[in-house]
């Protein structure tokens, strides 16, 4: 739902598995410390460069060390562990790159269907550009707030597919865009099919397909995204990987009046997580590392970007 960018900083964890709660215990969870770099050369990044002289221009890399937590809890509702509660972030998403904090419930079917259905208060909220086009003075930032609900079915009747939903709305607080055509605030709609199909007992593929409406207050702002996805993933006893590749192309509704072109761009990403949990006497530790680099073109060159991001971290699974 997101784009791969410098606010993923949190998504350490990459493909840790949770431990799973015995018998008697309800609870359980992850704990992550994680140290990285990430650099950038978006126009739209608000880490980036503040002043512009040209819409021709291109920002310098914008390079940020950081070192970040990240957790996620999970309570049964019953001894069978049928119901539950969660907080924290979706495995999933992480595995391949994606950050969502989520508030959640959990059903599983007797037919191997599972419910999930989640509030995420984060995934569209964030810092932008107050007006990413301001040419010549400095650029100030502003908070884009939001909030997104999803629905998500897995692995329906033990067939390997899964559908995934989501409808979310985003507001800037002080947007200072003078063209009414380019205006943000909006609401965004998703739809992601997705299927499991395993090699070996140990690996397997994940293959999805995505589409993403995205509809702003500014028609040369929305747009529709398709995206093609792939995930091969190994797991052993000590060691866990995933390598993922995916490409988007997104298609604006009207003409850009800033460029006079209707925008249109391309988005290659690739990210790989690694896990090793065979840590001599640090029972439930694990060391995790990822990294992942995205690239988007576009018929603007204004939009064009390079993102990239590496992590190692150290995790506790109780």
């Known amino acids: 739902m997101k784009n791969f960018k410098i606010c993923v900083i949190a998504s350490i964890v990459a493909i840790t598995t949770s431990a799973n709660a015995s018998d008697d215990s309800r609870l359980s969870g992850e704990i992550s410390i994680n140290t990285g770099y990430a650099t950038s050369n978006s126009n739209l ?164 397909f995505s589409h993403t409406d995205h509809n702003a207050d500014g028609k040369a702002a929305s747009y529709n995204q398709y995206k093609a996805e792939m995930t091969y993933f190994l797991h052993s006893a000590a060691h866990s990987f995933a390598l993922t590749g995916s490409y988007a192309n997104r298609d604006f509704d009207a003409e850009n009046p800033l460029f006079g072109k209707t925008r249109s761009d391309d988005m290659f990403r690739i990210f790989l997580a690694y896990e090793y949990k065979d840590i001599p006497g640090w029972d439930n530790w694990s060391i995790t590392s990822f990294a992942g680099s995205t690239l988007t073109t576009s018929n603007i060159d204004f939009y064009e970007s390079h993102d990239f991001l590496m992590s190692l971290g150290l995790n506790y699974t109780f």
């Open 45 to 208: 990044n608000p880490n980036g460069d503040k002043v512009l002289g040209s819409l021709n221009d291109r920002v310098s890399h914008t390079n940020n060390y950081f070192a970040a937590p990240l957790g996620s809890v999970q309570y049964a509702l019953d001894r069978n562990h049928i119901h539950r509660v969660y907080l924290g972030t979706s495995r999933d998403d992480l595995a391949v790159g994606t950050l969502a904090f989520e508030l959640g419930y959990k059903y599983d079917f007797s037919n191997g269907t599972q419910l999930d259905v989640a509030y995420l208060p984060t995934i569209a909220s964030g810092e932008v550009w107050a007006d990413p086009y301001l040419i010549g003075d400095e650029r100030t930032t502003t908070d884009i707030d939001g909030n997104a609900y999803r629905l998500k079915l897995s692995n329906i009747m033990n067939t390997g597919a899964s559908v995934d939903m989501a409808y979310a709305t985003s507001k800037i607080d002080n947007e200072q865009i003078a063209e009414n055509a380019l205006l943000r605030d909006g609401e965004t709609f998703y739809l992601k099919g997705q299927y499991l199909s395993m090699l070996d007992p140990r690996s397997g593929l994940v293959t999805t």
